[in-house]
Nanobody, 124 residues
Framework: QVQLVESGGGLVQPGDSLRLSCTAS????????IGWFRQAPGKEREGVSW???????AYADSVKGRFTISRDIAKNTVYLVINSPKPEDTAVYYC??????????????????WGPGTQVTVSS
């Protein structure tokens, strides 16, 4: 019953802005911490951003100042806004629920209930 579904990806150019959505069912997004991850072909899954149950946030150094995480509890959705996209941002973007706390928020092993992902492609 617990599911997360990502949407909003697409083909963008530098200078564009893009908002990704992570919509939850079976729980509310203020009940469990939510993380955004991305994975490019041939690379490890990388933590991008995270939001706690109380609204605290964290970002990877590679996206800090360009990406913003937020949520709309009424819509049960967590957003990731991508500003000033770069070609290296090209990846499949996933959201997931954080369940364990043995390493850090950016460790994908601490999460479950991964969504199917949404593709973001940045091309000039």
């Amino acid at each position: 019953q617990v599911q997360l579904v990502e949407s909003g990806g697409g083909l963008v150019q530098p200078g564009d802005s893009l908002r990704l959505s992570c919509t939850a069912s079976g729980f509310t997004v203020d009940q469990v911490p939510i993380g955004w991850f991305r994975q490019a072909p041939g690379k490890e899954r990388e933590g991008v951003s995270w939001m706690s149950t109380s609204g605290s946030t964290a970002y990877a150094d590679s996206v800090k100042g360009r990406f913003t995480i937020s949520r709309d509890i009424a819509k049960n959705t967590v957003y990731l806004v991508i500003n000033s996209p770069k070609p290296e941002d090209t990846a499949v973007y996933y959201c997931a629920r954080r369940r364990w706390y043995y390493s850090g928020w950016s460790d994908p092993g601490e999460y479950d209930n991964w969504g199917p992902g949404t593709q973001v492609t940045v091309s000039s």
